[in-house]
């Protein structure tokens, strides 16, 4: 299983809002920086947000993220049909000098 | 802009070695670290291995420790990755993926479409 927690799936009307939350440790999310990544069926994954909240050029606003403790949160506003995808959190941890991923969050709208 | 093509995957046996390349363009490929990233059919993504920028550093994850080796050639902007003792939960499509690090952490800013290997027999 992964180092990062997420949840397997979630769902939600198109115009909804939904959150993906991530759940580490002291020696990941706790010691660093969580970025977000998603990916599109077939394709590679695409930074979504990095340092925790903040948006690369191009990412519209209605992603946002934010940290807390041990804990990271993504959400996503305004759901739309193009935003089905699988979402990943990361960090580094320092415990095992490695990059951790979450085993990912399947977003499906409804 | 930016472009990393992952080459060298295809089908090997249980046991067998494969070497992953990674051409980068489109940035000044020995300012950044360059990091292999997994994903098995079907499943997550898995963190493999990264080197730095100028080769000094490079850590692994403990399922490829002592297996797989990465290196990169600076002069020809291409990162490596020698994977040794495949097994067949090696069996992944491999990415590259260029990082940008700020305030001390890093995060994978770009990446290759991703090569396939299959370990079977």
């Known amino acids: 299983q992964s180092v990062l927690t997420q949840p397997p799936s979630v769902s939600a009307a198109p115009g909804q809002k939904v959150t993906i939350s991530c759940s580490g440790s002291?020696?990941?999310?706790?010691?660093?920086?969580v970025s977000w990544y998603q990916q599109l069926p077939g394709t590679a994954p695409k930074l979504l947000i990095y340092?925790?909240?903040i948006r690369p050029s191009g990412i519209p606003d209605r992603f946002s993220g934010s940290k807390s403790g041990t804990s990271a949160t993504l959400g996503i506003t305004g759901l739309q049909t193009g935003d089905e995808a699988d979402y990943y959190c990361?960090?580094?941890?320092?415990?095992?000098?490695?990059?951790?991923f979450g085993g990912g969050t399947k977003l499906t709208v409804l | 802009q930016v472009q990393l093509v992952e080459s060298g995957g295809g089908v090997v046996q249980p046991g067998r070695s494969l070497r992953l390349s990674c051409a980068a363009s489109?940035?000044?490929?020995?300012?950044?670290?360059i990091h292999w990233v997994r994903q098995a059919p079907g499943k997550g993504l898995e963190w493999v291995a990264v080197?730095?920028?100028?080769?000094?550093?490079?850590y692994y994850a403990d399922s490829v420790k002592g297996r797989f080796t990465i290196s990169r050639d600076n002069s020809k902007n291409t990162l490596y990755l020698q994977m040794n003792s495949l097994r067949a939960d090696d069996t992944a499509v491999y990415f590259c993926?260029?990082?940008?690090?700020?305030?001390?952490?890093?995060?994978?800013?770009?990446w290759g479409q991703g090569t396939l290997v299959t370990v079977s027999s």
């Open positions: 489109g940035f000044t490929f020995s300012t950044y670290g």
């Open positions: 990361e960090a580094w941890d320092t415990s095992l000098s490695a990059g951790v």
């Open positions: 340092d925790n909240n």
């Open positions: 993926a260029k990082d940008r690090c700020s305030g001390g952490t890093c995060f994978y800013d770009s």
């Open positions: 080197m730095s920028n100028d080769g000094n550093k490079e």
């Open positions: 002291s020696s990941n999310i706790g010691n660093d920086y």
